[in-house]
């Protein structure tokens, strides 16, 4: 990484930064309401906002502690005194899952309505539009919602606005619901409400639900059994793929991933204890992440979302987990590898935000508590953004450069995995509500540690037959180019050394996949390769250089050979000089 003073407008980033604590938010109008529209309750906003009060048909807010195991949807998983430590907010939210009386969430149909009536009749300077992204699994369309001052919703009027634009995803993992409850009022108040000005700043693109089919089965994963938030590398689901292609072409420079975790569960069997925090918060951490671009995630958005929340009252940490093996008593953050929507958007050079709330397992329990937490949050982000658009810009354009400059020089990261550390946690005792005060085993993702490096190569050649290869890799925004006429050019060969099967693995243990992977040791063999015409070449003096190496490199978990989308090893080759052929762009 090149000194700081390479960046020539670091100044005037590292200005930004120390301005945190003296503005934390930007200011917003009053809420008004909105005509032929239902009264929209005033989101989580931070102060300097104006205070306005909710219209009283909305206002009333249920203490949390008088609903019942009945009206919650099934029984309390703890007692009535750790539910008393997480009471309602002052307001509360309406979208059709929160309705009074519901005992399911926003139906498939109901989001898709309501995305279109926020389309109909946005403000006079909202301009909203209702994207078709896809098809899931069972062919229910795939949708977002982007609002911009462009002239046009295409991508390419959207990136001519100049304008960073933020992506928010919600409910990958379909029985975790709250994140796109609040993603339904955060797009109301974008097009109609106090959110609105922000459009002057950013541009945003909203999908309420990225897996509905699971949402319909109340079911973690897709249809098919596979694990979406783990499919964004290999992309074998039509889901993930069409949250890649909505990324290919508009490009974010932030992303906010909504989920929700498990509050019981393990976690009372393994450490007598249940999980106490409103929100868990983690950034893209994995091998290969820009410097900065990991600074900017923490000092620019991390720590005014822990402000933001605590000034809602809202009790944050950052994300952990733990295995499902009831004997492995380790607790570690997010994942590492190159496939969750995570990591996979920070190798894309985004500010790539995950927010968990308390949901998992307790089924409405506390549903208004967890709405205000994720749209806290939601607006935090957006807030953020829109203060730092143009450092952003700056920020975003020296990362792709530098990114691009690290081809063929220095050393990769090929597997890196977390740092073990002691950690002081606090959960809370099941039966009196307490805290509980735990000094846990704990997997840290702050630090990483190399496991494997190697030469970073000048970029991959693929054989002619690396087709699902090279569509995966054009699907996530990677330059792929087609060899136009024979030559040869020097690379290092794959040679197996040992083979086995096995399935891919997470901090929480196997992950639902479709396939056994091949577990592959190798070593480099120096050669001068004959290449054909009609074979491929992606370099990585490229933005998304250390996205290819995740993918290409064969001897990782996630990687494309691994997973059976190369078929041998001699379909690649590290080629370690500029190669002199001649070579087309592919459509």
Not at 252 to 279: F, I, M, N, S
Request: glycine share 6%; hydrophobic share 40%.
């Amino acid at each position: 990484m090149r000194s700081a003073h390479s960046l020539p407008s670091w100044t005037s980033v590292a200005a930004a930064i120390l301005l945190l604590t003296a503005c934390s938010s930007t200011p917003l109008p009053p809420w008004r309401a909105p005509a032929a529209t239902a009264p929209v309750p005033k989101p989580a906003v931070v102060a300097p906002a104006p205070k306005v009060e909710a219209p009283a048909a909305v206002a009333q807010a249920v203490p949390q502690a008088s609903i019942t195991p009945q009206e919650a949807g099934s029984a309390a998983p703890y007692s009535a005194a750790v539910a008393a430590r997480f009471p309602d907010p002052a307001i509360a939210y309406s979208t059709p899952g929160l309705q009074a009386g519901r005992t399911s969430y926003s139906s498939n149909a109901e989001i898709s309505t309501w995305l279109r009536n926020l389309a109909a009749h946005p403000n006079a300077g909202a301009k909203v539009s209702v994207l078709s992204i896809g098809q899931s699994q069972q062919g229910t369309p795939l949708e977002a919602l982007l609002l911009t001052r462009a002239t046009s919703p295409d991508a390419p009027s959207v990136l001519a606005t100049g304008r960073p634009t933020v992506l928010l995803v919600g409910q990958q993992h379909g029985n975790e619901p709250a994140g796109s409850e609040a993603l339904l009022v955060v797009a109301r108040e974008l097009a109609q409400g106090l959110l609105e000005p922000l459009l002057d700043k950013v541009n945003v693109l909203v999908v309420p639900r990225a897996n509905p089919d699971g949402a319909a089965a109340d079911q973690r994963a897709t249809a098919n059994g596979i694990d979406m938030n783990r499919d964004h590398l290999l992309l074998q689901t039509p889901e993930a793929r069409a949250l890649a292609q909505l990324a290919r072409d508009y490009q974010p420079t932030v992303v906010l991933d909504a989920h929700e975790y498990t509050v019981v569960g393990r976690y009372l069997q393994k450490y007598g204890a249940v999980q106490k925090y409103d929100a868990l918060l983690q950034y893209a951490m994995t091998a290969n992440m820009p410097e900065f671009l990991t600074r900017a995630s923490e000092e620019w958005f991390r720590r005014p979302l822990i402000t933001a929340l605590k000034n809602q009252k809202l009790s944050s940490e950052w994300y952990y987990t733990t295995s499902t093996a009831l004997d492995d008593l380790q607790v570690s953050m997010g994942g590492t590898q190159p496939d969750t929507g995570r990591n996979v958007n920070g190798l894309k050079n985004a500010v790539s935000m995950l927010i968990e709330t308390r949901g998992v397992g307790i089924g409405r329990m506390h549903l208004q508590r967890r709405v205000h937490t994720q749209v806290t949050a939601m607006v935090s982000m957006l807030q953020s953004t829109a203060t730092r658009a143009e450092q952003l810009g700056q920020l975003r354009s020296f990362i792709d450069r530098e990114t691009s400059s690290l081809a063929c020089r220095g050393k990769a990261t090929i597997a890196a995995g977390p740092t073990k550390v002691q950690y002081e946690l606090t959960m809370l005792d099941p039966a009196t509500g307490n805290d509980k005060q735990l000094t846990v085993d704990w997997n840290s993702a702050l630090e990483l540690q190399t496991l494997n490096s190697r030469p970073r190569p000048c970029g991959y050649w693929l054989s002619a037959n690396s087709t699902s290869a090279v569509e995966r890799l054009q699907l996530l925004g990677v330059q792929v180019l087609r060899i136009a006429e024979p030559g040869s050019l020097l690379g290092d060969l794959y040679k197996e050394t040992a083979r086995s099967s096995g399935t891919r693995q997470d901090v929480r243990g196997g992950i639902s996949d479709a396939a056994l992977i091949i577990k592959t040791e190798v070593a480099l063999t120096r050669s001068l390769v004959d290449i054909s015409a009609g074979s491929f070449y992606v370099p990585l003096g490229q933005p998304l250089g250390n996205l290819v190496l995740a993918a290409l490199e064969p001897d990782t978990q996630n990687s494309y050979f691994a997973n059976h989308l190369l078929g041998t090893l001699d379909d690649t080759v590290r080629v370690m000089t500029e190669p002199t052929v001649r070579m087309e762009r592919l459509p």
